[in-house]
């Protein structure tokens, strides 16, 4: 039976995911050897209840990504965190130098012009938590594979050492901040 594979949209900007689609043709050989069973990429709704292996991009900001990875890990054999958000939460933990209130009051009182500006949602969009932290401060991370993105080859490597069964060394592949 082949390995399975997801992979995971928290607060990111999707560049990870981008990185790993410029793979290129190399995803139709990833995808002959493993099972992608989840992911923004695939049109699947529910997580599965064992995954051997998945790729997390982006930081815990809010109260539905915490929700989401503690979900995930427990349905996971295998974690890695894909890239610096995810890595050291990054672009989305520049908010944590101003708080939540005016994170708040600058995205829906100082940047909205017309007859939203000054309401801040309380539907739909998930409550912010306090900070927005790196995925290994909020549950255990098996493997980091930094970088803002992770080159694709980085990716590559990753994911065929990762269905061998095999733990890749991934450090000179790919570094914070590249
Ligand atoms: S690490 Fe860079 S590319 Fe990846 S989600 Fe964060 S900002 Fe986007």
């Known amino acids: 039976m082949k ?33 992608l069973v989840y992911s923004p990429l695939v049109d699947l709704k529910v997580f599965p209840d064992t995954v051997d292996v998945t790729l997390v991009e982006g930081a815990v900001s809010s109260e539905e990504d915490l929700h989401k990875i503690r979900h995930v890990r427990e349905r996971t054999k295998l974690l ?71 080159p694709a080859d980085a990716i590559h490597t990753l994911i065929n050492e990762l269905v061998e069964g095999r733990t890749p060394d991934l450090s000179a592949l790919s570094r914070l901040g590249r």
């Open 3 to 35: 390995p399975t594979l997801a992979t995971v949209w928290l607060d990111g900007c999707s560049g990870c995911h981008m990185s790993l689609l410029d793979m290129d043709e190399r995803l139709i050989d990833v995808l002959a050897r493993a099972d």
């Open 80 to 150: 890695v965190a894909l890239g610096d958000c995810a890595v050291t939460s990054n672009v989305p933990g520049m908010r944590n130098l101003f708080g939540v209130a005016a994170v708040m009051r600058r995205a829906y009182d100082d940047t909205v012009a017309g007859p939203g500006r000054g309401t801040t949602p309380s539907e739909v969009i998930p409550a912010l938590l306090p900070t927005s932290r790196p995925v290994h401060e909020v549950v255990t991370v098996d493997l980091f594979l930094p970088g803002c993105p992770p």
